[in-house]
C-alpha cells in the first residue's frame, strides 16, 4: 500500500484523524495532501473587515486595538470583548467564559498591536458586526528582525475548514505528514518526459510548493502541475475509454441508393444547410463502418438538428435495424413523434393503405398512454414493424424488447442519468451506434471533458426563413412597464400570433414538481442583497391572465407537468393548430416544441431560471414568418442574478451564452460527483480559465494511449486513474 493510502489515524493520531474525517471527510494521507489551501494570506497584510458577510464563517487576519473583560450582570460568568482593525475599519469580537482565570488568558494572548488569525461565524449585533467567540491563532511576533522580514512576505495558506476544525489546526497536520514522506512515498502518475518537456516539479514537490511556501511563485509553480496533472488522468481515463470504443464490433448500415433516406431527401422542399450536410456525411460514414459510432451533435436553437438525427435514423433503418430517439419529456417525445411523421408522410405508413412501398412506422411510446395504444406501439416495437421509436423514459422498462436496435439517438443528454442511458442501449444486441443530441451549445472545455469520450458535431447555421429575436428585461416593480408586456401581447394576437408565458413552478396545493433549481446567489437576510419573494406560479397567472382588461376574449390555456397525458396533448395540439391564443406554462415546453405562429415569450421570474434555460425558451418562437419577442420579467434578485438575465438579452449567441454560463456555475465534478458519490476529482482545474491546460492534457493522454493503451509502461498512471476516479466514476465513464 502506497503511504498516501495510509489512514491518517497512524500518522496524526486517533483524536485528530477523527476530526479530519468528521469534519471535512478526510481519511487518509493523500486526502489530506490534497486538501489545498483556498487562498493565501500574508502575515504583514491584514484582511479587509469591510467586505465581511452577515452569516458566512470566515477566517481573518487582524491587529488587536482593545481587550476587556468584566462580570457578566444577568447571568454566571465573564464576557470579554475585543475589538480588532485592518487599519480601516473595526469589528468586535466578544467571548464567554465561566471562569475568570479564562478572561485572564484572553487578555494575555490578545494584547494591544497583536496581530492574530481570527476564525468564527460573522454575526450582527445592534447593527454592527461581530465574531461570536471566535477561535484565535496569535501570530509570531517577538523573531530576530531577519526572520521577521522574511515570514511577513510568506504566504499563509487559508485552508477550507470548519467551525470544528481550524485553517490553523490543518495546515499542522499537512506539516506533520510532509515530515515523514520521502520522494519514493508518492508515487508520481504524470510521466517522466512529459515533467521534464514541461519543467514540472514532482507530486511531493508540488505539495511543499503549495501548503508550506515562501513566496507566490512557488504557489504558482506547484498549482500549475496539479492543474495539468488534474487533466490529464481525466483525459487519460477518456482517451481509454475512446480507444475501448473504437475496436467493440457494431452492425454497419451503409446507404442504399434506393431506401427510405433516398425516397425522403428526393422529397425535401428545401436544401440542407451546409453544416447539415457536412455533418450528416461524417454520420452516414461511421454508421457504415463495424464499430459503434458516440457522437455529440450540438447546435444552436433550431439548426435542424432532428432532421439531422432523422436522416440517420433512416439510414440505419435502411439496413434492417431500428433506431430509438429517447426525449426528456412526455410533451416532447409526442412533438417528435408527430414532426418525425409528418417530414415522412406515406413513408411512415409501412404496413397502411395508402404507405410508400418502402415505408416503415413512427412508433410512440410514454408512460401515461392509453393501454391498448401502448399494447399496440410494443407489438410494432418488438415485430421490428416500427424501425423508428420515439419515447421518454417508458423505452427503459424492462418489458419493452426491440427486434434489432441499431442506434439510440439521446435528446437533450444532460436530462438522463448514466444509468437509464445505459438501459437502453443494452436492449440493443450488438452495441448500438449512439448520437447524443444537445441544442444548449457547450464550451470547448466541458466538450473535451464532460462529453470527452464522444467525438464532436456542430451545426452553426440556422435554415434560411428563421428570424430575428428582439430580447427585453422589464422590471416588475414598474407597474408601467408590466401593463406594457400584456398590451404587446394582446397586440401580437390581434396581428393573427399566438404567446407563450413561462413561470417557474406549477402551483396549488402539491409541492412544485418542475421548478427550477433554487439560486445560490444568496439573496436573503444579511447578505445585503433584496429578499426574494415565492416564485409566480402557472395556475395562478392562468387565472389572473383570464381576468386581466388588456387580454379580454382571449383564448387562455395552461399546461403543465401534472396534467394527465391525454389532457396535455389535447391542450399542445389546440396551441399548435391556432385554437390558443395565449399558452401559461412550466419549463416544461423549454425544448423541441415547435409552433412557427407563436412569436412572443414572456418568462416571468426570468431570474430563477439559469442561461441556458432563457435561451432555450427563447427558441420557441421566431420560427416562422415573424419576428420573435422574448420579455424576461425579473423581481429583486442578486445583481449577479440580474446579470445573468441581462447576458441572455444582450445576445442570441448561444455559444456566447455557454461560455457565459460557465464562468457563473461551480465547477462541479465533471465527471459527475452526483451520479456516481464521493469526493470531487477536480480541485484546481478550471474548465473556463484552463482550456489550454485541457487541450494540452488531451493531446499528451491520446499519444500515450495509442501506444500503450493497457498503461503496462506507466505503472503509477494507471493506479492513479484507479484510485483518483475509483470504481464508481470508472463505470460511468464506461456507460456514459
Known sequence: ?????????????????????????????????????????????????GSLVEGEHVTV???????????????????????????????RLTFFYRHEYMADLLTAKLRPGTTALFSGKVESYRDQLQLTHPDFEPLPGALAEDEAQALAGQPLPIYPASARLQTWSIERSVHVVLDTLEPHDVPDPLPAALRERDQLPSLLDAFHLVHRPTDLEQVERGERRLRYEEAFLLQTALARRRAAA???????????????????DARLPFTLTAGQSRVGDTIAAELSRPHPMHRLLQGEVGSGKTLVALRAMLQVVDGGAQAALLAPTEVLAVQHQRSITAMLGDLAAGGMLGGHDRATRVALLTGAMPAAARRAALLDIAGGAAGIVVGTHALLQEHVEFADLGLVVVDEQHRFGVEQRDALRAKAGAPPHVLV????????????????????????????????????????ANERWVRRVWQRVREEVDAGHQAYVVCPRIGGEDAPDDAPPPEEDGAGPGTGAPARRPEVAALDVV?????????????????H?????????????????????????TTVVEVGVDV?????????????????????????????????LCLLVTGPAPAATLARVDAVAGTTDGFRLSEIDLEQRREGDVLGAAQSGGRSSLRKLRLRRDEGVIAQARQDAAEIVAADPELTGYPELAAALATVLGEDRQAFLERG
Open 561 to 585: 407537468g401534472r396534467l394527465g397525458a391525454e389532457e396535455k396533448d389535447t391542450v399542445m395540439a389546440a396551441f399548435a393548430a391556432g385554437d390558443v391564443d395565449v399558452l401559461v406554462a
Open 1 to 49: 500500500m502506497s503511504r498516501m493510502e495510509e489512514s491518517l489515524t497512524r500518522v496524526l493520531g486517533p483524536r485528530t484523524a477523527k476530526a479530519m474525517e468528521s469534519a471535512l471527510g478526510l481519511r487518509t494521507v493523500g486526502d489530506l495532501l490534497r486538501h489545498y489551501p483556498r487562498r493565501y494570506a500574508h502575515r504583514g497584510e491584514l484582511t479587509d473587515l
Open 246 to 264: 473504437a475496436v467493440l464490433p457494431a452492425s454497419a448500415y451503409p446507404p442504399r441508393d434506393d431506401g427510405l433516406l433516398a425516397a425522403f
Open 437 to 476: 443530441m444537445t441544442a444548449t451549445p457547450i464550451p470547448r472545455t466541458v466538450a473535451m471533458t464532460v462529453f470527452g469520450d464522444l467525438e464532436l458535431s456542430t451545426l452553426t447555421e440556422l435554415p434560411g426563413g428563421r428570424q430575428p429575436i428582439r430580447t427585453h428585461v422589464v422590471q416588475d
Open 61 to 91: 487576519v487582524a491587529e488587536v486595538v482593545s481587550v476587556t473583560t468584566r462580570r457578566m450582570r444577568n447571568r454566571p460568568g465573564w464576557l470579554g470583548e475585543a475589538v480588532v482593525t485592518d487599519g480601516r475599519g473595526r469589528v
Open 543 to 559: 387565472t389572473a391572465l383570464r381576468a386581466h382588461p388588456d387580454l379580454a376574449g382571449l383564448r387562455i390555456e395552461v399546461l
Open 596 to 628: 412557427p405562429n407563436a412569436t412572443t415569450m414572456v418568462v416571468l421570474d426570468a431570474d430563477r431560471f439559469g442561461v441556458s434555460q432563457l435561451h432555450q425558451l427563447r427558441g420557441r418562437v421566431g420560427r416562422g414568418s415573424a419576428p420573435g
